[in-house]
């Protein structure tokens, strides 16, 4: 019997690093197995202390890599028990409960959690570890989150320089991806392909389904962004199922009231911040002149836990009704974020008159040389006729030009084209 528990623990110690390594590859499939078998395994085995400090924390962070609310809460609560170094209950376990309250509770509670655990970090001199790389990715996209950019930028440049060092592929994807979706809000969607790109041709990209597909889903919105999504369709169709993939074809397959309510249908289940995108889709859907009381209402949710990323990118007939809402009582930080946008500003330092040009003005600009009609620029851009040539109007107006042959060759003097 002696001999049997021997040869289980050995098994337990091996599976277990296998799942550690699994997750460090990227292999969220292989890592959720590991789980499993260690739930069997641990049965036989009476002397838990080795796992019991390390297992819960590994298991947290593949089930909030997942997705797995009900998993990656039981896990957390597990790992909040153990007694471990100092770095573990004051930056890990933190990390792991703001973690989980970014994408299932609140982002203002989520904030509290992660500065603390940011702060114990800076103070003690951590640097690439681990432990503390979720750390910066979580806080990262808090402050994205909230909108305030300039915050997420510098912690998603810090975790792309750990994720060099450390050298991983999970942290490789977590930096990529909170990246590109800096740069997609921050008005720069050729930065965000760039980066989806630099994911892809990583090993462990592959591997790391359903994670992957959020970076799928963003390279569509980034291709939408820039004009160059042909066929949103068959696009979408490759994802797995999912939130992503609901909300991609709520934005871009136009569906009818009825079967967009049954697309996203179940958005109750979702993580927070999916959720709230498909609320501000039904919210603001149809031609509205004022906004609805489901985007009150909305507006009022997201103001009390802190939202403002899932109210952007969604264009100007939603963001012409947010801003009719006098947000600046009711969401300043909304109001901020829709009144000089990262999401649709890009400040432009031509070498001539120092034109500033909206993202969607940026992208027509690029679109004019190509003399595509009206029609057809606004097939790409998701855009009708008439707000084509409302931003074409503006845009001319800022170059200085009359006719598009003449904007084409005032983008061309002030280096934006």
Not at 3 to 27: Q, Y
Request: proline residues 4%; negative net charge.
């Amino acid at each position: 019997m002696a001999g049997d528990a021997e040869r289980d623990e050995l098994m337990l110690r091996l599976h277990d690093r296998r799942c550690a390594i699994a997750l460090l590859e990227a292999d969220l499939d292989a890592a959720l197995d590991g789980i499993a078998v260690h739930r069997q395994l641990a049965s036989n085995v009476r002397s838990m202390q080795v796992f019991e400090e390390r297992f819960p924390i590994l298991a947290a962070r593949v089930m909030l890599g997942a997705r797995r609310r009900d998993e990656a809460e039981h896990w957390t609560r597990l790992a909040q028990r153990i007694e471990a170094p100092d770095i573990v209950s004051s930056v890990t376990v933190p990390t792991l409960r703001a973690w989980q309250e970014w994408l299932f509770g609140r982002l203002d509670l989520a904030t509290k959690l992660i500065d603390a655990a940011v702060g114990w970090m800076d103070e003690h001199d951590i640097g690439a570890h681990h432990h503390a790389f979720d750390t910066l990715i979580t806080a990262g996209w808090c402050r994205l989150g909230a909108g305030d950019l300039d915050d997420a930028a510098r912690l998603a440049a810090r975790a792309r320089g750990d994720a060099d060092t450390l050298g991983c592929g999970w942290n490789h994807l977590q930096a990529g991806h909170l990246s590109a979706r800096l740069a997609l809000v921050a008005g720069d969607p050729v930065g965000a392909l760039r980066m989806v790109e630099d994911m892809r041709s990583r090993a462990v990209f592959d591997t790391c389904r359903p994670y992957a597909d959020r970076i799928l889903a963003l390279e569509v919105e980034a291709l939408a962004a820039s004009g160059a999504l042909a066929d949103p369709a068959s696009t979408i169709d490759a994802l797995g199922p999912g939130p992503p993939s609901q909300l991609l074809r709520a934005r871009f397959e136009r569906p009818g009231r009825g079967d967009l309510e049954a697309l996203l249908g179940d958005r109750a289940t979702w993580p927070v911040a999916d959720r709230l995108q498909g609320e501000v889709i039904l919210a603001a859907r149809g031609d509205r002149s004022s906004p609805s009381s489901e985007l009150l209402a909305l507006v009022d949710e997201c103001a009390e836990t802190g939202w403002v990323l899932p109210f952007l990118g969604f264009g100007t007939q939603t963001e012409h009704l947010l801003l009719s809402v006098q947000l600046e009582k009711r969401h300043p930080k909304l109001e901020r974020a829709l009144a000089h946008p990262a999401s649709a500003v890009r400040a432009c330092s031509p070498s001539g008159n120092g034109v500033r040009l909206t993202n969607r003005e940026l992208t027509l600009l690029q679109l004019l040389p190509t003399h595509l009609s009206y029609g057809e620029m606004g097939e790409r851009l998701y855009l009708s006729v008439n707000t084509v040539k409302s931003n074409l109007k503006m845009l001319y107006r800022k170059l200085g030009a009359s006719t598009r042959r003449q904007a084409v060759e005032a983008g061309q003097r002030s280096g934006l084209l």
